[in-house]
Nanobody, 123 residues
Framework: VQLQASGGGLVQTGGSLRLSCAAS????????IGWFRQAPGKEREFIVAINWTGASRYYADSMKGRVTISRDNARNTVYLQMASLKAEDTAVYYCVAGLRQRGSNAYRFPDYWGQGTLVTVSS
């Protein structure tokens, strides 16, 4: 199982960034896909998830209104579009996958984690 996150980098405050997560090694459309992040010195936190069909999305308050998640099941890829970035959004962003039959636990307590991609927002 692989969840390859990419697209991180350095961006200025107020800027935008799109992260991608390419999945392999499992049946992609059996899984909800989500994103967590971990800022320096802080605990890992849930940001957003999308269900297996792409019809439902679940947002944490921390970035709600500033992120959009989408998935392309034909390409086994999920995208995270982030806007109006702030310095406090600086973190390693992790792509995760959870088996859809587990309901909300699929994205809150994922089965698989990717290696993360670093996003740095400069003020």
């Amino acid at each position: 199982v692989q969840l390859q996150a990419s697209g991180g980098g350095l961006v200025q405050t107020g800027g935008s960034l799109r992260l991608s997560c390419a999945a392999s090694g499992f049946t992609f459309d059996d899984y909800a896909i989500g994103w967590f992040r971990q800022a320096p010195g802080k605990e890992r936190e849930f940001i957003v998830a999308i269900n297996w069909t792409g019809a439902s999305r679940y947002y944490a308050d921390s970035m709600k209104g500033r992120v959009t998640i989408s998935r392309d099941n034909a390409r086994n890829t999920v995208y995270l579009q982030m806007a109006s970035l702030k310095a406090e959004d600086t973190a390693v962003y992790y792509c995760v996958a959870g088996l859809r039959q587990r309901g909300s636990n699929a994205y809150r307590f994922p089965d698989y984690w990717g290696q993360g991609t670093l996003v740095t927002v400069s003020s």
